[in-house]
């Protein structure tokens, strides 16, 4: 199983829909003052069958059983180093702790169990994310390559002919791992590029060979239909749908999205298939679809830091957020929340649903002789397009639009709008 780069059928669309806004939210916050949290800064967060909730902070790790925290640490219990950069818990209920400079420790109900760097053949030193496989097996993404254990067997991946089964990566600085329910390993490296690991082979996309916008993805993470979403530094955020190998790309980024910045650390996907998204410095994002964006930061929610480390949903749908200085919070966001999306922005479509035409109204948009128009479905494919005169109305023959939910982008010389609008 040799690795390779994904097929030149590959393709990468821009969906141009802006968008969106902001709802004021209430968090509860959890900190060195109001928790006791031995630090404000959480990197990783877990919760397990019993009801408790873990967090991994730079200087220990906390357990939380719903009334009260208590700390672990090196030197006050067997935790082999302070430095959490991962959490997990596996299908046997034991918490799989990830470190910074010491590897993998497993608690059990017996106790941890330590796997020191270069013993068991565990390769490095760095643990940035852990996730299991349909046979519970873990995936766990190292500063040194991947590794595929069931704590007995030891697989390791990188970029070396001593790759496990030929495997090679384009790198072994791991960033973020997801495995989907059929076995697909999806794979974000640091300036590597996006890799998929599968029975066929291996996948490689980046800049170079697929014009991949951003060679980073910090945060991985798979929707309802199987699609895989990346969080990248630079390039915003990332969807590969299709076939994992050719498929297609779409990109959210501030040029053509509501989106409220490009530079993002984590994204997770929640029971309604809503994309959740965490900012650098712009707190949280809520993605419902087209360009419906709801954000959550310190300026209108109690957020306690706009930059976002790291995202985790428990098992009742509740958000929970691990900040680079504010410790962690969550934050029940299904109750009350809104959503301001592209209709406010002055044009409309109607009838909506439309059946043979639809009216547009445009009135404001100035143009230099005509209006340039887009249709794109919802994964950005560009069904029809064409131009206007400019004026107050215009109309727009959907007959050849199957049924569903569409975006209608006009573009004049001083402004672009969108709007959705259904064909019935």
């Not at 990109?251 to 965490?278: C, E, F, G």
């Not at 691990?322 to 809104?338: H, I």
């Not at 109204?361 to 400019?390: H, I, K, Q, T, Y």
Request: proline share 4%; glycine share 12%.
């Amino acid at each position: 199983m040799m690795g390779r780069s994904a097929s030149t059928s590959f393709a990468f669309f821009l969906l141009m829909c802006p968008g969106g806004i902001v709802m004021a939210q209430s968090w509860e916050v959890f900190d060195m003052n109001t928790a006791d949290l031995p630090s404000n800064t959480v990197r990783a967060i877990a919760h397990d069958s019993t009801g408790n909730t873990w967090l991994g902070t730079d200087f220990g790790l906390c357990r939380f059983d719903g009334t009260e925290w208590e700390v672990l640490q090196q030197g006050t219990s067997d935790l082999p180093e302070n430095d959490i950069r991962s959490l997990a818990v596996d299908g046997a209920g034991r918490l799989w702790v990830g470190m910074f400079t010491e590897g993998l420790a497993v608690l059990d109900g017996l106790g941890w169990t330590h796997y020191a760097p270069n013993v068991s053949t565990f390769p490095g030193q760095t643990i940035r994310e852990i996730a299991f496989d349909p046979d519970g097996w873990a995936w766990m993404a190292t500063s040194d390559g991947v590794v595929h254990t069931d704590l007995q067997e030891w697989r390791l991946y990188n970029d070396t002919d001593e790759s496990y089964n030929g495997a090679i990566l384009p790198g072994v600085n791991i960033a973020s791992i997801a495995v989907r329910s059929d076995g697909l390993v999806c794979i974000g490296t640091l300036n590597a590029g996006f890799v998929y690991i599968s029975d066929q082979g291996v996948v490689v996309y980046n800049t170079a060979v697929n014009s991949l916008p951003d060679n980073t993805a910090l945060g991985v993470a798979l929707d309802a239909n199987g699609d895989r979403w990346a969080a990248c530094p630079f390039g915003g955020l990332l969807r590969n749908f299709g076939d994992h190998d050719g498929g297609f790309w779409l990109q959210y980024i501030t040029a053509n999205s509501s989106i409220a910045a490009n530079s993002l650390y984590d994204v997770t996907v929640d029971a309604a298939d809503r994309k959740i998204v965490a900012f650098q410095a712009s707190g949280v994002g809520f993605f419902s679809g087209l360009d419906d964006w709801t954000y959550q930061t310190a300026q209108n929610s109690n957020l306690p830091d706009n930059e976002v480390l790291r995202l985790s949903l428990d098992p009742l749908g509740v958000l929970w957020v691990g900040t680079a200085n504010g410790g962690a919070a969550r934050l029940d966001y299904t109750v009350g929340m809104e959503v301001i999306g592209p209709s406010e922005q002055g044009m409309k479509v109607f009838p909506d649903p439309a059946e043979d035409f639809a009216f547009v109204e445009l009135a404001g948009m100035v143009a230099s002789g005509s209006l340039n128009w887009s249709v794109f479905d919802l994964r950005g494919s560009v069904c029809a397009s064409g131009s206007w005169p400019a004026g107050a109305m215009a109309r727009l023959d959907v007959t050849p639009l199957p049924s569903g939910v569409y975006l209608l982008q006009v573009t004049g010389s001083e402004a672009r709008r969108t709007m959705r609008f259904m064909v019935r």
